[in-house]
């Protein structure tokens, strides 16, 4: 039986979640949710992007909390 957590963007979703520091570009949290979720990076990215723009900010502190967290 094959490792899921090993899975690339487009294969199986992950079972837990882990940071992606290969393919991620800051700090590999929007790669890891991309994993978890088996959707594709660009769509979460551009989530953040927007949610930063409309919650004013809000969504940069999550994203710190969960490096803090997840690692």
Same mark, same amino acid.
């Given at each position: 039986?094959?490792?899921?957590?090993?899975?690339?963007?487009?294969?199986?979703?992950?079972?837990?979640?882990? *940071?992606?520091?290969?393919?991620?570009?800051?700090?590999?949290?929007?790669?890891?949710?991309?994993?978890?979720?088996?959707?594709?990076?660009? *769509?979460?990215? *551009?989530?953040?992007?927007?949610?930063? *723009?409309?919650?004013?900010?809000?969504?940069?502190?999550?994203?710190?909390?969960?490096?803090?967290?997840?690692?």
């Amino acid at each position: 039986m094959s490792d899921l957590r090993q899975s690339g963007p487009g294969g199986p979703p992950s079972k837990s979640f882990r *940071l992606d520091r290969q393919s991620g570009k800051l700090m590999g949290v929007c790669a890891g949710i991309a994993n978890y979720f088996g959707i594709d990076v660009m *769509l979460v990215r *551009l989530g953040f992007v927007l949610a930063t *723009l409309v919650g004013f900010g809000s969504p940069i502190l999550i994203y710190l909390a969960i490096v803090l967290i997840a690692d």
